[in-house]
């Protein structure tokens, strides 16, 4: 992408002004979205993004910048813009790169950029059929199929060099189930940090069969009671939950700055003693993974929350240095235009001890969610909201009828101490996760959870 | 290379491979920004970006490249990535190129040169200390910042367009952080357009007041309300819901407003507008991301839906005139449609004759989760929302933590009174943004405690 030459000159440059740190961040994606709407192919989005973002820091001072060019005088204009901003002599003059090889624990077997359209339209025609021919309820089905292939290489003024390739894919079906005028809708997205083998780990029948199954359900579902009541949240994509509800609080993005509830609450309790959870970026080929992060830490697994005792942020090197605490290689941007931070990999709420079938049968009356769609949160006063997209009653320790527009919403800090019964069948689910450094692949996880007592918005 | 020698390398790449309807989407934007911690400027940031979409139409289908690299390899690869997806595609959707001859309105770019990085650093610190004196419970983690962006936005094809549009504005904000000693609470204010103009005080109050306001909140008792939306609730629920009125949902089954045309959808107080020049627009459209003309319409006219939003394929599949709203997500997205200033006509009535009107009820200031909480298709919504009582026909105690449900299409007929506070998402700082008065609806399920 740049060469070595070029990569040491500027860093110097953006180090002439008195930096005690410079970092360049360069990037080549190729990505690509076939769509699919009544049952044709209707739209390919094809894109080159390339460009280079430059940091440098003075103390707990960040200047960065971009510019979409790799041309040797634009990354040079960029690094003297840099800076520019800053106006001190020189702590560094000299970079010294030594290229690293972190290795890669993720291999792609068909790397999709080399496989041509029809390949992938096939796959996802198959996905679409299967929904569409599902149920005659099924009005209308959307699918898409993505891969990216994103080539990063990161240098810094401590003479890192190190690259990363990394390869994700993901089909999305959207079924639309119709009735007397209402809409409902279903959905299946699983993708991975893998190539075209997707499809050996996710036939793309059931991915369709998936999608268009909840549709039908809750085109057939009443409303839920609003109330307070137990919730059992299933595993996989219910994680989504621990993601809101308490990962973005324990980001040092929010945590350094004193902003986050959890903000100086390392060692105590934050949550109940059932609750393990975990951040890892090392998952072989799992859709959050990556092999280094964006400022060349290597990805670890983080253990965040132990038996409910909090052990660990997720910090990135600028936030670290606000925190006098190292970075647990968490640092991570959308592409090179936007200025990296402290994010999440594949998070999730460790396996437990309790059955299945012991969570359902312990709730009197209460929500199951079987099916989580997404949720936000406000990191400084912990209130979050999700939406639940295929819920059932529980009656008498039973699953009932199914349920929809309900949400669950409440206080990080509470539903953490809320979860009193963990299943035992821990499954992730794949999500896109935006934030300041931009929209990031993030797993979230869990197995069945159960918490005591939590607010359910309805009608 | 530059854009122009980029620009003729993919032209002759075009000629070379005997494309004869195609075109040149172009994007450029260049921004600076800084952000204040405590009393210090600790973020610095200036991006430049641009981006290049060849569109080419290969046996009446429409396929797309984009590229961020401007070298001779990119131009060429360009045309030979969008005429293999242009073989790729299905969709019996008519495509377009379109041809030259609209009459495109005009407005007057605002004056004002660009602030230096030292002018924004000023203003954004000035702004900092405002937040930090307008109440003693604001706390460290309150922050600042100041920006300024500009963008170009060109089209050429081989109909002969050749069309582009500039912007640039500055915005200042400030998220204050507020402490009661047990909880913390936080607000935002804002500013937008030009540095000059900006009041530090007054941004440092809105974000104050904003946090403030909600200490000691409670929540309320579950059951069915007379709701007063505050403008910025209604203009974000708009903004979820804008997909529906657009043909290309409505085209694919996913718009519950599709076939609804001249019909009622709404209260026969509503009228909702959708204008690509409002006055008071940061970013302004003369043309659209296919090259036609905008203008300002009427989408639903007291009560009646009079047009949804169209392209050039979705109109021609209805059998109407594009109205100019094709649009793209990024430069590098397929065409899709989204409106401009997007906004519900004022009616009357202040804030407060809502609130009096309302009597008891509870005024919704905030809702959160939209992206999640509420589906366009459905209508359905479930939002995790904060306010206030309305107490006697005034504002009364704060309340948070409760959730909003209903359904969209419903609540545009339930409508009783709108009120003459039209206010716009001071956040939504780009061509498509909406905008709402406050309004009363009656009967609305509130889950609380």
Not at chain 2, 334 to 341: C, R
């Amino acid at each position: 992408m740049l060469s070595q030459d070029l990569i040491k000159a500027a860093l110097e440059k953006a180090l002439s002004t008195g930096a005690d740190y410079a970092e360049v961040f360069a990037e080549h994606t190729d990505s690509k979205t076939i769509s699919m709407v009544s049952s044709k192919v209707d739209k390919i989005e094809d894109a080159v993004i390339s460009g280079v973002g430059i940091r440098i820091f003075k103390g707990l001072r960040c200047v960065s910048g971009s510019t979409s060019s790799l041309l040797p005088e634009a990354v040079l204009a960029c690094a003297e813009k840099v800076a520019g901003v800053l106006n001190d002599t020189p702590v560094i003059s000299n970079v010294n790169l030594t290229e690293r090889l972190f290795g890669d624990v993720h291999p792609i077997k068909v790397v999709p950029v080399s496989v041509a359209n029809s390949t992938k339209i096939d796959y996802l025609r198959e996905a679409y059929n299967a929904a569409k021919e599902y149920n005659e309820g099924i009005s209308q089905v959307t699918g898409s199929f993505l891969d990216v292939d994103h080539k990063i290489l990161i240098a810094n003024s401590d003479g890192l060099l190190a690259q990363d390739r990394q390869i994700r894919s993901r089909i999305r079906i959207q079924a639309v189930a119709s009735k007397a005028g209402e809409n409902q809708t279903g959905s299946c997205s699983p993708g991975g940090r893998v190539g075209m083998e997707l499809f050996d780990l996710h036939n793309p029948k059931e991915v369709g069969i998936e999608a268009a199954r909840e549709a039908m359900v809750m085109i057939n579902a009443g409303y839920i009671n609003a109330g307070n009541m137990p919730v059992a949240i299933e595993n996989g994509f219910g994680g989504v939950i621990f993601h809101e509800a308490c990962g973005h609080s324990l980001e040092a993005s929010s945590v350094a700055y004193g902003n986050s509830q959890f903000a100086g609450k390392l060692g105590t309790q934050i949550a109940s003693a059932k609750v393990t959870a975990i951040d890892d970026g090392t998952i072989p080929n799992a859709w959050g993974s990556i092999n280094i992060d964006d400022e060349g830490t290597p990805a670890r697994r983080n253990v965040l929350i132990e038996n409910g005792v909090l052990k660990s942020y997720m910090i990135d090197k600028f936030n670290g240095r606000r925190m006098g605490m190292e970075s647990t290689g968490n640092s991570r941007r959308q592409s090179y235009a936007f200025a990296p931070t402290s994010r999440m990999t594949n998070t999730y709420i460790a396996a437990g001890n309790d059955s299945d079938e012991d969570i359902i049968s312990s709730i009197e009356y209460g929500l199951y969610a079987a099916k989580m769609g997404g949720g936000s949160v406000n990191p400084v006063t912990g209130q979050f909201n999700f939406a639940v997209s295929e819920g059932y009653v529980v009656r008498n320790g039973k699953i009932c009828e199914p349920v929809r527009g309900a949400s669950l919403i409440g206080k990080g800090s509470d539903i953490l101490m809320n979860i009193d019964m963990v299943g035992k069948n821990l499954r992730h689910g794949q999500g896109m996760c935006g934030a300041s450094s931009g929209s990031i692949p993030t797993n979230v996880g869990q197995p069945l959870i159960r918490v005591s007592s939590i607010t359910v918005g309805g009608r | 290379m530059n854009y122009q020698e980029f620009k003729n390398a993919v032209l002759a790449a075009a000629k070379e491979n005997n494309l004869k309807d195609y075109e040149l989407y172009y994007t450029e934007s260049s921004g600076t920004s800084v952000e204040a911690y405590q009393s210090e400027i600790n973020t610095f940031t200036s991006e430049s970006s641009l981006g290049v979409c060849f569109k080419c139409i290969v046996n009446g289908k429409t396929g797309y490249a984009s590229t961020e690299n401007l070298t001779h390899e990119d131009a060429l690869s360009l045309v030979k990535r969008s005429m293999e997806n242009a073989l790729s595609i299905e969709s019996d959707e008519p495509s377009f190129i379109h041809k030259a001859g609209d009459n495109y309105l005009s407005y007057e770019a605002p004056e004002g040169s660009e602030p230096g990085s030292s002018e924004l650093a000023d203003f954004t610190l000035r702004l900092q200390s405002e937040v930090y004196k307008a109440d003693s419970r604001v706390v460290d983690g309150t922050m600042s910042a100041s920006g300024y962006d500009s963008s170009k936005y060109a089209l050429c094809n081989s109909n002969g367009l050749d069309l582009e549009d500039t912007s640039s504005f500055s915005y200042s904000y400030a998220i204050a952080l507020v402490s009661d000693g047990e909880n913390k609470y936080d607000g935002e204010g804002i500013a937008s357009g030009k540095l000059d103009d900006f009041d530090a005080a007054k941004i440092a109050a809105e974000a104050v007041d904003d946090a403030v306001s909600t200490i000691g909140y409670t929540s309320v008792p579950s059951g069915k309300y007379t709701v007063v939306f505050s403008s910025k609730v209604m203009a974000a629920l708009l903004a979820t819901y804008s997909s529906a009125f657009c043909a290309d949902t409505a085209q694919k089954g996913l718009s519950l407003l599709a076939g609804k045309e001249n019909t009622k959808v709404a209260a026969d107080i509503l009228t909702l507008t959708d204008d690509p020049l409002y006055k008071d627009a940061l970013v302004k459209r003369t043309f659209d991301a296919e090259g036609a003309a905008t203008y300002p319409k009427n989408v639903i006219e007291k009560g009646e839906l009079t047009t949804l939003l169209y392209n050039l394929a979705t109109a021609a599949k209805a059998g109407v005139k594009t109205t100019g709203n094709a649009a793209k997500a990024s430069y590098a997205s397929p065409v899709s449609i989204h409106p401009y200033s997007f906004y519900i006509n004022p009616v009357k009535g202040s804030l407060d004759d809502l609130l009096g009107a309302a009597g008891e009820g509870i005024y919704v200031t905030s809702v959160e989760g939209l992206h999640a909480g509420a589906n366009a298709i459905t209508g359905d919504f479930s939002l995790s929302s904060g306010g206030f009582k309305i107490e006697n026909g005034k504002k009364g105690k704060p309340v948070k933590g409760f959730t909003i449900s209903g359904n969209f299409f419903s609540l545009l007929k339930d409508i009783s009174l709108i009120g003459e506070d039209l206010k716009f998402n001071p956040f939504a700082l780009g061509a498509s943004r909406c905008g709402s008065p406050s309004i009363l609806v009656e009967g609305i399920t509130i889950a609380g405690k």
